[in-house]
């Protein structure tokens, strides 16, 4: 199978501003997962949608993170404004359907400063 | 969702040697997931145990789920420098995936 595909691969940028990243997942795959990895840690899910529509973004900041995935294919996160805590990798992965093995991009790294 | 606890944090071994990394549950687990996620690198799913008592091998590497689904373990045979990463065992809350805090192993020729 085709990898999930991220952009972009590295993003630096100051605090106060605005970030948005992509994630295209593996044809067919209905299910897609954002999530946040702090080094050294294990990745925390932000938000999964099972195609077009969000199923679990509990863990999502919703004053500043959003998500979408308008057509239930390709998918953005963004984060306005950036926060120096943002600092982190943030990976993207899909699913033939929830509860599936996941699929992991190889993600963005996030620096902000 | 709770997340599993993982021991040891990180194990350093001589290649040739065993490693078993051990994952543990104060709740029944519907499931459990390993993945491994090299240095750099992304995860990577390894595989899932569903059933009690379940036993699964790949290869050097021996999956186990406990007979009352609250603990699980990864052994892997005679380690290699490839083995080297973080293994990390992740639990089914719902149609989220909990990750647990992960086990980093190294190791040296």
């Known amino acids: 199978e085709a990898e999930v595909a991220q952009s972009p691969r590295y993003k630096i940028t100051e605090k106060s501003q605005a970030v948005a990243f992509w994630c295209d997942p593996i044809s067919g795959h209905a299910t897609l997962y954002w999530y946040r990895q702090i080094l050294g840690q294990g990745p925390e899910l932000l938000v999964q949608?099972?195609?077009?529509?969000?199923?679990?973004d509990s863990q999502l900041p919703k004053d500043r993170f959003s998500a979408e995935r308008l057509k239930g294919v390709d998918s953005t996160l963004k984060i306005q404004p950036a926060e120096l805590g943002d600092s982190a990798m943030y990976l993207c992965?899909?699913?033939?359907?929830?509860?599936?093995?996941?699929?992991f991009g190889d993600g963005t790294r996030l620096s902000i400063l | 969702g709770q997340q599993v606890m993982q021991i040891p944090q990180y194990q350093h071994v001589q290649e040739g040697e065993d490693f078993t990394t051990y994952c543990n549950s104060s709740?029944?687990?519907?499931?459990i997931q390993w993945y491994k996620q090299r240095p750099g690198g992304h995860p990577v799913f390894l595989i899932q145990?569903?059933?009690?008592?379940e036993v699964k091998k790949q290869k050097r590497l021996t999956f186990q789920f406990g007979e009352a689904k609250k603990n699980s373990s990864l052994h892997i045979t005679a380690t290699q420098t490839t083995d080297v990463g973080t293994y990390f065992c992740?639990?089914?809350?719902?149609?989220?995936?909990?990750f647990g805090k992960g086990t980093t192993l190294s190791v040296s020729s």
């Open positions: 709740t029944t687990l519907s499931n």
């Open positions: 145990l569903v059933k009690s008592g």
């Open positions: 949608f099972q195609d077009e529509s969000v199923v679990d």
């Open positions: 992965a899909s699913s033939r359907y929830s509860n599936q093995p996941q699929h």
């Open positions: 992740c639990n089914q809350a719902g149609t989220a995936l909990i």
